[in-house]
């Protein structure tokens, strides 16, 4: 019940196109949902992150969506640039409680 | 703000040696986890310290790890033995709220055991 599945693997976007991760989720207590990027050699880094309470944040090009009675949230990058190449992380948490991450997506994005 | 500082960047032993890595977390910080980051396994916590108690140690894989916090501004994990299936990046993070609250990561330690 503590798994948070992350697809796809990898995923190549062109520049300027849209790139979506998927996570789905099990535990109805989960209620913090954040993403996080990671470059290679850095540790990851808080990207963007959501509250049950809303069903969609924005930020610049980065978008979380949330659906609550699907037990679903997505990440949606728009005009992706190919500085976004990175590897990202969905995770999810209940209140006060140890984070659980996603596996990861590659992301790549081509001229 | 410097961020979370690891130490050594990378390491590389021989089986059987001992190994500490060290953290020194974000100043007003309450709380510090160790991570363990491999292409297999992912993102996996090994222990997490409130106020430099450790209060999960639920994900450390065996005896052989051990991590300690002896003050708000510094913490270790050590293995000992180490093996080569203990090869990975080390990551350290803190927080300043709790395990839901964001995390902010150091830039690892990649160990190499041979």
């Known amino acids: 019940q503590q798994q948070v599945k992350q697809s796809p693997q990898s995923l190549i976007v062109q520049k300027g196109g849209i790139s979506i991760i998927n996570c789905a989720y099990e535990n109805t207590a989960f209620d913090y949902f954040p993403w996080y990027q990671q470059f290679p050699g850095k540790g990851p880094a808080l990207l963007i992150a959501i509250r049950p309470d809303v069903s969609e944040k924005k930020e610049g090009r980065f978008t979380i969506s949330f659906n609550k009675s699907a037990k679903q949230f997505s990440l949606h990058i728009m005009d992706s640039q190919p500085g976004d190449s990175a590897t990202y992380f969905c995770a999810a948490t209940p209140l006060f409680e140890k984070l659980t991450f996603g596996t990861g997506t590659r992301l790549t994005i081509i001229p | 703000d410097a961020g979370v500082i690891q130490s050594p960047r990378h390491e590389v032993t021989e089986m059987g040696q001992e190994v500490t890595l060290r953290c020194k977390p974000i100043?007003?910080?309450?709380?510090l986890f160790w991570y363990r980051q491999t292409m297999m396994r992912g993102l996996e916590l090994l222990i997490y310290?409130?106020?430099?108690?450790?209060?999960?140690d639920s994900g450390m894989p065996e005896d052989r790890f051990s991590a300690k916090m002896p003050n708000a501004s510094f913490s270790t994990l050590k293995i000992q033995p180490s093996e080569p299936r203990d090869s990975a990046v080390y990551f350290c993070?803190?927080?300043?709220?709790?395990?839901?609250?964001?995390?902010?990561f150091g830039n690892g330690t990649r160990l190499t055991v041979t």
């Open positions: 993070a803190s927080a300043r709220t709790g395990p839901g609250s964001p995390l902010h």
């Open positions: 100043s007003g910080h309450d709380y």
């Open positions: 310290f409130n106020n430099n108690v450790p209060i999960d």
